[in-house]
């Protein structure tokens, strides 16, 4: 049987060789309507990780608690606690961040990202796997986000950060704003991470041949 | 009439202008998951469409009779310990993330047993959707909106009755199924064609996506012109009043 | 103010969980489905990836069926021998002896053999080229522009001077090739042996019409069926039952093999120790593209 | 007494506790007790943090006020001055066709209890969404002193230069006495306002939602400014 992965191992796991929105397909909604802007990918980011990490850690507590049928049914409660904690913190402290994501804060709650580290890995491991495990992803969640704002905002508005970067005659290409734009970005993104990936293991195996 | 015109600009908009998948980004993962046949599609698209109608008519009753401040049931209740006027001023919304996903996840589980039980032969073809269901975010996303219409709005005359939150959720629902279903076309056809190799799969739907999305775009000011054909411009109104 | 409120909160949470929880308990008793627990104990035992290799709709759907006693044990490619066994133990049977399947091309027609041939300037692709009358006399036989070929995962079938050749070390049996194939030449038989006999030639027309566009397709002369009871002529084409397939055959299949006037009957699968020693001193012939190649320009077919 | 021999196929009678751990309320113990700690939690949450998100939204409005009222610069003076303009919210309903529409007025007035002008809320249908107005009127209620756009989900690039100052500025100094029209190249008129490239819809919206504002607000207003005045 293999060994199973130290807490260190899980972290670097969840950044790209299990990236949760390029490896694995998951919690895409997120993914493709706040990444128009660098800021609000960000925020994003973050309140993924806070819910994610917090009811990673609540479940492994609670671990040894857990009924099989009920599982579900408490993950989902312990996440949409602590997403709704979140929106209201956003609301009181970044109110503009808050007024900008609107929806895709409580969306948070049936994001697939979660309630399968809490299925797959927390509700089986130690709290400190557990909390690895949910910094891994998160980075990887964010990276991912990070990326495809980046390439958004840059062409679409020829700034990051909302600082100029390109210079003013770039024209902005404002589809890629809109969401054609999103969609279009995440597929090749998605297409140029395959393309690496089958590359470097084309390459490991001739090495290997 | 004016009642009227509000339903067909709500259902517009949440079928075409403002489609939950190609224009808000809600129920992205079967969109790109269960596209490969139309037949699974449409079935995909017709559960998505009932159990997004069931959640909007619990979330709607919910709010409105519970959570919202002066609610009519927690004001009777906290009438008990306070006075009327602080009792009027109670606040559960904080609640309405939760309630709702847990409405939603029960009326899902519920019409999973209702269906198996007697309708065996609908439960074979679109029951299996129904676990996929819970985690849909067009359906949250659905009573979200419905909460945004209820709560927190200036104009009481704005406040969204069953009847507004009922078209809004169905025709949310039908504007999936339409998304969906055209991909699943693509998809069927896509399969014919010479697609590179990385980009075969998720890929190629998230690029095809993106041009459905930017043909979708084609409705925007659609809602916005019919509301003006619909409704006599009140400058003109204010004019002829005056002559 | 706060008291209320907070208790409020929390009864309203607690009074969900309750209505929740009695409905649904309520539900679960009401809408109770007798399901055989057998099929739950089947469910369990599948794999669960959903895949639809069993060629039902899902795991669920597959363990009704088990259950149901409508689909043999053995049917989950993914969970394999192991799963099979599991489900055997459950239902209270044997795993019948299941033999692996292997996909027999049905054509044996190279590229001088086939007759009556077209250029062709479309696609390089088997499913556009079966659409376009002409491409070649046969419209039964392969037309080795190598669909099975892509459709291989694991490298196992070539198209070598014109016609698709499975390499029996490689296969795994997936199928990929069979389903690929626009003219279904290629099925996938049981392998009962190292190697099997087949008929190379799918074309169901009469002998004069076959000669004319083949130099090797079957002409329907029933020359098999009369030496071999495992032969059936269906269509002017011989097939062989290969449920009845065993070695007390042996005999009368040789004997057809040898009285097959186009050499159609050919034995397939892993090469014998035989053949691999008559060859080895030789260089295997190496993998020849289809060679119908246009004669103008490639870009024009595009309009 | 002797004991009846327990027959092998009769089912033993489940006791007291037994029956107990059968019941779903029971097993889902953990659920309840969930559910409760949240719930309360959250409502603790909420009482900490709601005042603080109210005064957000109201300070979104607030610290826009001045400077639809005065002007950025006189606003930004009065604000180095160290001086704000008090600002008392009023409602106002109008009965049109049959519907009420209720506005919210921002009456403003200088520390020396001066009236310095309206500022009214109004939102309508944009080219894409619900566009949000802020519109500010002099304290007679004849002219317009600005506009802002408090939310908007117009076309980026196009329909959303709504939002630049530039736009915006040809509201100001408009009289509220006829409707403003929108023309496409050099407002010559008075009471015109020139269209946003490619965004004519957004532009007429805007438009729209001021003329109609306007149309309902300045009888009431003007009502209102009489009243005070006295």
């Given at each position: 049987m293999a060994v199973a992965p130290t807490p260190a191992e899980r972290f670097i796991q969840g950044i790209l060789p299990e990236n949760p929105v390029y490896r694995q397909l998951l919690g895409l909604c997120p993914t493709l309507a706040v990444t128009n802007g660098l800021q609000a990918a960000l925020t994003m980011a973050g309140a993924v990780a806070f819910v994610l990490f917090c009811a990673n850690i609540v479940t492994s507590t609670i671990r040894h608690l857990l009924k099989p049928h009920l599982r579900i049914v408490i993950f989902t409660l312990i996440i949409a606690t602590f997403v709704t904690i979140t929106d209201r913190f956003l609301a009181a402290y970044m109110y503009g961040m808050s007024k900008l994501l609107g929806p895709y804060i409580p969306l948070i709650i049936v994001n697939c990202i979660i309630i399968c580290r809490c299925e797959v890995c927390a509700s089986r491991q130690s709290v400190f796997a557990a909390g690895a495990d949910a910094l891994g992803q998160a980075t990887g969640f964010a990276l991912a986000l990070v990326s495809i704002a980046a390439v958004r905002e840059l062409l679409g508005s020829g700034m990051l950060f909302s600082v100029q970067v390109l210079p003013e005659s770039w024209p902005n290409w404002v589809i890629m704003i809109l969401p054609p734009g999103a969609f279009m970005t995440l597929g090749l993104l998605v297409g140029a991470v395959n393309w690496f990936e089958q590359r470097r293991s084309e390459q490991a195996e001739s090495e290997r041949g | 009439m004016l009642y009227f015109t509000d339903i067909i600009l709500i259902a517009l908009g949440a079928a075409l202008v403002n489609n939950f998948v190609l224009y808000y980004f809600v129920g992205i993962c079967p969109f790109i998951g269960v596209s490969r046949r139309i037949d699974m599609a449409i079935g995909m698209g017709f559960a998505v469409t009932f159990v997004i109608s069931i959640a909007a008519l619990l979330s709607w009753t919910i709010t409105t009779f519970i959570l919202m401040p002066g609610a009519p049931l927690s004001k009777f209740v906290a009438g008990w310990f306070m006075p009327p006027d602080a009792a009027a001023k109670v606040d559960l919304t904080i609640l309405s993330y939760v309630v709702y996903i847990f409405a939603i996840a029960s009326s899902v589980q519920f019409v999973e047993m209702y269906v198996r039980r007697f309708y065996p032969s609908l439960y074979r073809s679109f029951g299996v959707f129904l676990p996929l269901i819970t985690t849909n975010c067009a359906i949250l996303f659905a009573c979200l909106i419905i909460f945004s219409h209820i709560v927190g709005v200036d104009n009481p005359a704005d406040v969204w009755d069953l009847g507004k939150s009922l078209t809004l959720a169905v025709f949310g629902g039908v504007g999936f199924t339409i998304a969906i279903t055209i991909m699943a076309g693509i998809r069927e056809e896509l399969e014919l064609c010479d697609v590179p190799q990385s980009l075969r799969g998720a890929g190629i739907t998230l690029l095809v996506a993106g041009i459905l999305a930017m043909a979708f775009m084609g409705f925007t000011g659609v809602d916005s012109g019919l509301k003006k054909a619909m409704t006599p411009s009140p400058v003109q109104a204010q004019q002829s009043s005056r002559e | 103010m706060i008291w209320v409120t907070v208790s409020l909160a929390a009864a309203t949470m607690v009074g969900m969980a309750v209505t929740m929880s009695y409905i649904l308990g309520w539900a679960n008793r009401a809408f109770h489905v007798d399901v055989d627990s057998r099929v739950e104990a089947v469910i369990d035992a599948l794999p669960g990836a959903n895949c639809g290799g069993c060629g039902y709709v899902g795991c669920s759907d597959y363990a009704e069926a088990v259950v149901a006693g409508k689909?043999?044990?053995?049917?989950c490619t993914v969970g394999g021998d192991s799963c099979a066994a599991a489900l055997a133990g459950i239902m209270g049977v044997e795993v019948a002896q299941s033999w692996p399947y292997r996909p027999i091309v049905h054509c044996g027609a190279h590229y001088d053999d086939r007759l009556d041939r077209a250029e062709y300037h479309g696609e390089k692709k088997c499913s556009a080229a079966n659409l376009v009358a002409g491409v070649q006399g046969c419209t039964y036989g392969c037309l080795g522009f190598g669909d099975c070929e892509r459709a291989c995962e694991f490298d196992a079938i070539h198209v070598i001077d014109g016609l698709a050749t499975v390499d029996y070390e490689k296969c795994v049996g997936c199928g990929a090739c069979a389903k690929a194939c626009p003219r279904n030449i290629i099925t996938m038989i049981p392998f009962k042996y190292e190697r099997m006999l087949a008929v190379t030639c799918s074309n169901k027309d009469i002998g004069d019409e076959v000669k004319v566009v083949c130099k090797?397709?079957?002409?329907?002369?029933?020359a098999c069926s009369r030496f071999c009871s495992l032969f059936h002529m269906e269509e002017n084409l011989p097939a062989i039952d290969y449920d009845k397939?065993?070695?007390?055959f042996m005999e009368e299949l040789s004997k057809a093999v040898q009285k097959c006037p186009r050499k159609g009957l050919v034995l397939m699968g892993k090469p014998s120790p035989r053949d691999q020693e008559a060859v080895s001193d030789k260089t295997l012939p190496r993998v020849i593209e289809a060679d119908f190649k246009t004669t103008v320009d490639d870009t024009e077919w595009w309009g | 007494m002797s004991m009846k021999p327990l027959h092998p196929m009769e089912p033993i009678e489940p006791g007291k506790l037994e029956r107990l751990k059968r019941n779903y309320l029971v097993q889902a113990w953990l659920v309840l007790m969930l559910a409760l700690f949240f719930g309360a939690a959250l409502a603790g949450v909420h009482l900490e943090l709601a005042p603080k998100i109210a005064a957000n939204k109201t300070n979104e409005t607030y610290v826009k006020i001045p400077e639809i009222i005065l002007g950025s610069e006189l606003a930004e003076e009065l604000a180095q001055q160290g001086e704000a303009l008090i600002v008392e919210p009023h409602t106002v309903a109008v009965e049109k066709e049959q519907r009420r529409i209720v506005y919210t007025i921002y009456e403003a007035s200088y520390p020396d209890g001066k009236l310095a002008g309206w500022v009214a809320k109004s939102s309508g249908q944009g080219y894409a969404d619900k566009i949000e107005l802020l519109i500010g009127f002099t304290p007679s209620v004849d002219t317009l002193t600005g506009i802002f756009v408090l939310d908007q989900k117009e076309t980026?690039?196009?329909?959303?230069?709504?939002?630049?100052l530039d736009w915006r500025q040809q509201f100001s100094n408009l009289k509220t006495l006829q409707p403003i029209e929108v023309t496409k190249g050099?407002?010559?008129?008075?009471?015109q306002v020139d269209a946003i490239t490619g965004a004519t819809i957004s532009s007429r919206s805007v438009t729209g939602i001021v003329n109609n504002a306007v149309a309902d607000l300045r009888g009431p207003l003007t009502a209102m400014a009489n009243a005070r005045g006295k």
């Open positions: - | - | 689909a043999p044990v053995s049917k090797v397709g079957c002409i329907g002369c029933r397939y065993c070695g007390d | 980026p690039g196009l329909g959303n230069k709504i939002i630049t050099g407002a010559s008129d008075p009471n």
